[in-house]
């Protein structure tokens, strides 16, 4: 099966979907999510695989955006956690170095690492793009902070392990398909819906509170502004419960009603992780 993802080889994306599919998935990389959904949505692979959140930098508000806009199901929750490596070229030690290449993310999830090593931090597109630079220019004063899957693929040396300031930092991917092509005998555990309120004092309280009529435990809870009207607002929210329950059916019903948009990102099962489990 062809899975896709935004990055290169190494990325944590790529490990995150070995630890979903099994190391005989064949993993496509892609410069942009845009990308990885075009991908999906025109057949050229069978899945699509993103992050949507970090314990630490929050939701990664393009992909939602994206899935938003287009024609996808979400299949599956994958957490995943991220250990951050310092890779160098062969031979390298820790007191040479002067630069270090990685995200934005990455980069401020070990500040702590950086400063106490004096090193300047130099943001790179991704983490495994960072470490395919240092390999590329041979400069034994830099560095990446990335995976440990990188080491092996661009011949670098892990000079420090975990030198992330946070141990429990973690991302939760989502799994997506095109929406005619949802397999039948997933598991439905929870559900991502977004959906925009009306206008009058205590509208969003009235839509969540369908939920809680029928008993259903909300576990995200999100606002994004909508850029073509200032001002308005789409919301995000997960639960328990699959779309095959009757009384999501009805909490569904009752929000549509109350609402001036609702679609359903999809059903699934729950993740296997430290998060899986967190409620609002």
Not at 177 to 184: E, G, I, M, T
Request: aromatic share 10%; glycine share 6%.
């Amino acid at each position: 099966m062809k899975v896709a993802f935004q990055g290169i080889k190494g990325a944590y994306s790529e490990s995150a979907i070995y630890k979903h599919f099994g190391k005989d998935a064949e993993a496509i990389g892609y410069d942009l999510s845009e990308e990885v959904f075009d991908a999906v949505l025109n057949n050229k692979v069978d899945f699509g695989l993103l992050p949507f959140e970090n314990t630490i930098a929050g939701s990664v508000v393009v992909n939602y955006d994206l899935l938003l806009n287009n024609d996808v199901s979400l299949i599956a929750e994958v957490f995943f956690q991220i250990k951050h490596n310092l890779l160098s070229h062969k031979g390298s030690k820790l007191d040479n170095l002067k630069s270090v290449y990685s995200h934005p993310h990455a980069l401020e999830q070990c500040r702590e690492f950086i400063k106490k090593n004096k090193l300047k931090a130099v943001p790179e597109y991704d983490t495994a793009g960072a470490a395919k630079i240092v390999k590329e220019r041979n400069n034994v004063g830099e560095a990446a902070i990335t995976s440990e899957f990188c080491a092996e693929i661009y011949g670098l040396d892990i000079i420090e392990k975990d030198i992330e300031t946070n141990k429990s930092n973690s991302t939760k991917f989502f799994v997506f398909v095109k929406s005619d092509k949802v397999p039948k005998n997933i598991k439905k555990e929870k559900t991502s819906i977004s959906f925009k309120t009306k206008h009058y004092p205590g509208a969003l309280i009235n839509c969540l509170q369908r939920l809680a009529k029928h008993g259903l435990n909300l576990t995200k809870l999100e606002s994004r502004p909508v850029p073509e009207n200032p001002w308005e607002y789409i919301f995000y929210a997960d639960f328990e419960g699959g779309t095959n329950s009757q009384k999501v059916k009805l909490a569904l019903s009752e929000m549509e009603a109350a609402c001036t948009l609702l679609k359903v990102l999809g059903s699934y099962a729950k993740g296997k992780g430290i998060d899986a489990n967190k409620h609002l």
